[in-house]
């Protein structure tokens, strides 16, 4: 942290670390710089909040490669702060960059918590409901702002049940274009038809173009992503309700 930080400065800065420390369970770095002081304390008010974390691991293997976050001003409760920890009086709006590496990434999909996650979609085509349900999903990073996937999934249709396997190639969703498909393979099944893919193409338009997430108490919304070979980086808007205590925090 800057050596020009106040004191009260430094003793929330340290805090917010320590509570963060509480809920990752590796980091390469961790530093988070509180700006306000000592009057802004008293009268509840911050005037920002600024993180930087390098190789963090939280819950059972998602790894983030590079985060760097930024708050707006925030609302605190002024007594909690001057006994050194940090409780939001609103809501705070951050900007997020983060970086996750193809391995990253890979690892998360196949985690147990994103796994847990992972839900069943019912689908139009034509007039049958068709439903499916994620078994396994990887995602390849070949370079050149293009993104490759191989999904896994179990396939009901007319009450039958069956392994569905398919790759593709997309350029994602950016500020300055929609998503585009390149190409769309069927590797394991009897094949489906046109209507069932241009069915599931539709779905992951509707899920890339949501308004927003939510995990937890955090809101967020993807204002740009950008593809490199191996690496992808998001910006994002976030919406956090509350910085959880040391206290209330369950270790992994």
Same mark, same amino acid.
């Given at each position: 942290?800057?050596?020009?930080?106040?004191?009260?400065?430094?003793?929330?800065?340290?805090?917010?670390?320590?509570?963060? !420390?509480?809920?990752?369970? %590796?980091?390469?770095?961790?530093?988070?710089?509180?700006?306000?002081?000592?009057?802004?304390?008293?009268?509840?008010?911050?005037?920002?909040?600024?993180?930087?974390?390098?190789?963090?691991?939280?819950?059972?293997?998602?790894?983030?490669?590079?985060?760097?976050?930024?708050?707006?001003?925030?609302?605190? #409760?002024?007594?909690?702060?001057?006994?050194?920890?940090?409780?939001? #009086?609103?809501?705070? /709006?951050?900007?997020?960059?983060?970086?996750?590496?193809?391995?990253?990434?890979?690892?998360?999909? !196949?985690?147990?918590?994103?796994?847990?996650?992972?839900?069943?979609?019912?689908?139009?085509?034509?007039?049958?409901?068709? /439903?499916?349900?994620?078994?396994?999903?990887?995602?390849?990073?070949?370079?050149?702002?293009?993104?490759?996937? !191989?999904?896994?999934?179990?396939?009901?249709?007319?009450? /039958?049940?069956?392994?569905?396997?398919?790759? +593709?190639?997309?350029?994602?969703?950016?500020?300055?274009?929609?998503?585009?498909?390149?190409?769309?393979?069927?590797?394991? +099944?009897? +094949?489906?038809?046109?209507?069932?893919?241009?069915?599931?193409?539709?779905?992951?338009?509707?899920?890339? /173009?949501?308004?927003?997430? %939510?995990?937890?108490?955090?809101?967020?919304?993807?204002?740009?992503?950008?593809?490199?070979?191996?690496?992808?980086?998001?910006?994002?808007?976030?919406?956090?309700?509350?910085?959880?205590?040391?206290?209330?925090?369950?270790?992994?």
């Amino acid at each position: 942290m800057p050596d020009e930080q106040r004191l009260e400065e430094q003793l929330l800065s340290q805090e917010a670390e320590r509570m963060v !420390s509480h809920q990752i369970e %590796k980091a390469e770095k961790i530093d988070i710089d509180v700006q306000t002081d000592l009057l802004k304390i008293v009268q509840g008010q911050a005037d920002g909040v600024s993180f930087t974390g390098e190789g963090l691991t939280i819950k059972e293997d998602i790894r983030v490669q590079e985060i760097k976050l930024q708050t707006d001003s925030i609302a605190i #409760n002024p007594l909690s702060a001057l006994f050194g920890q940090i409780e939001l #009086n609103q809501p705070v /709006n951050t900007i997020a960059r983060i970086v996750l590496t193809e391995i990253d990434i890979n690892r998360a999909l !196949s985690s147990d918590f994103v796994r847990s996650k992972l839900q069943s979609y019912d689908l139009q085509v034509d007039s049958e409901i068709v /439903n499916l349900k994620p078994q396994e999903i990887q995602i390849f990073l070949p370079g050149s702002g293009k993104l490759e996937f !191989s999904i896994k999934v179990l396939l009901t249709e007319m009450g /039958n049940t069956r392994p569905l396997s398919f790759t +593709g190639m997309v350029r994602p969703r950016t500020h300055s274009q929609p998503l585009m498909l390149e190409s769309f393979n069927c590797t394991q +099944g009897e +094949g489906v038809s046109i209507e069932l893919v241009v069915a599931i193409m539709q779905k992951i338009k509707e899920l890339v /173009n949501l308004p927003s997430f %939510k995990w937890e108490d955090i809101v967020f919304r993807i204002k740009d992503l950008e593809v490199e070979k191996g690496i992808m980086t998001l910006m994002i808007e976030t919406q956090v309700k509350q910085i959880p205590s040391s206290s209330t925090v369950v270790s992994p």
